[in-house]
């Protein structure tokens, strides 16, 4: 018998359509969120690569923040047979313990694992880049499945590294950046 995973995503494993291409078994989906965490653009992606601009696409991490801030995004099950396909897309990532809670029953506390992002150079989002765009689309796709709600705290616990002015910020959240 094979061991059950319950597996914390925050990126664009939220979207139902790209968590199913690579663990088509993934059940018991539903909406989550953690603590102490909070989600950056600011890393080289290992698979997902811009051709005109003949780079990797600028890809999420989760990283500390304060102790009271709450990041979102999903968890489901999966078996150890379907691990190694997750492992493969997620080679950028370490596979680390987390606690995380029902985005919407915070009592309840759940042991998962979330992948946390190896040691790397800081790496700036695309501008203009329609792989890049596509990326952050998908990421917000899969969070409008959970509601409108999610979606905005998905965007307020989500930030680019070296980016901080508004108007940029704005224009990347449009889609015209």
Avoid at 93 to 118: C, N, S, T
């Amino acid at each position: 018998m094979s061991n059950t995973y319950k597996i914390f995503a925050y990126g664009s494993l939220i979207s139902q359509s790209s968590l199913k291409k690579t663990v088509p078994e993934a059940r018991n989906i539903f909406p989550a969120a953690t603590h102490g965490l909070k989600r950056v653009f600011n890393l080289a992606s290992t698979y997902r690569f811009d051709e005109q601009q003949q780079a990797p696409v600028c890809v999420l991490s989760a990283e500390a923040d304060a102790a009271d801030s709450v990041m979102n995004g999903i968890c489901f099950e999966m078996d150890e047979i379907s691990l190694d396909n997750l492992l493969r897309r997620e080679s950028g990532y370490d596979f680390v313990r987390i606690q995380a809670h029902h985005y919407h029953d915070r009592k309840d506390i759940l042991e998962a694992y979330y992948f946390r992002a190896k040691p790397a150079k800081p790496y700036r989002y695309l501008a203009n880049s329609d792989a890049q765009r596509h990326y952050l689309r998908l990421c917000l796709s899969g969070s409008a499945e959970f509601g409108t709600s999610f979606v905005e705290d998905f965007k307020r616990s989500t930030s680019f590294w070296g980016i901080d002015c508004e108007q940029t910020l704005s224009a990347i959240w449009q889609g015209d950046y």
